[in-house]
């Protein structure tokens, strides 16, 4: 077993590079787990031990399990694994929000579906090659503006 002193560098570096990823400053983290800012720093130093109560809260806050932020070698979610579901998340929601607003600037939805059900068979080549299109096109009209 591992000297606290190392398991605390560790969880200060898993909380760190959760942190980041989400996107979220030691300030608007620190408000989410209802700690001080100082304190989620001395965390992510390795400084400070949490209670188990903050503990369960960094895990449940990142869907990831107690064992998974001290590095434990059973847990069921490691750390690359976090990292990559928590990119993939970030990724759906950009493009989420990007197709919701397609939506909302569409006048014909049934015609927005069609292209969208077009694209899903064309190859990457051609999804590329379309897209050069639409800017040039993009370009085109804002020549004519």
């Excluded at 400084?47 to 449940?60: F, G, K, Y």
């Excluded at 690359?80 to 929601?93: A, D, P, T, V, W």
Aim: hydrophobic share 35%; charged share 35%; glycine share 2%.
């Amino acid at each position: 077993m591992l000297p606290e002193h190392e398991i605390l560098k560790y969880l200060g570096l898993q909380i760190r590079v959760l942190r980041e990823w989400a996107g979220l400053k030691q300030t608007e983290l620190a408000k989410k787990l209802h700690i001080s800012q100082t304190t989620l720093a001395r965390y992510e130093n390795g400084e400070l031990r949490p209670p188990i109560e903050t503990l369960l809260r960094i895990a449940d806050f990142f869907d990831v399990s107690i064992d998974a932020l001290l590095g434990r070698k059973n847990s069921h979610k490691d750390p690359l694994s976090i990292l990559q579901e928590l990119r993939i998340q970030k990724e759906q929601n950009v493009l989420e929000n990007e197709i919701k607003e397609l939506l909302d600037k569409t006048a014909n939805k049934e015609e927005l579906r069609l292209l969208l059900r077009q694209l899903k068979s064309c190859s990457p080549k051609t999804i590329k090659r379309l897209i050069k299109i639409i800017k040039a096109i993009e370009e085109e009209e804002q020549k004519n503006e």
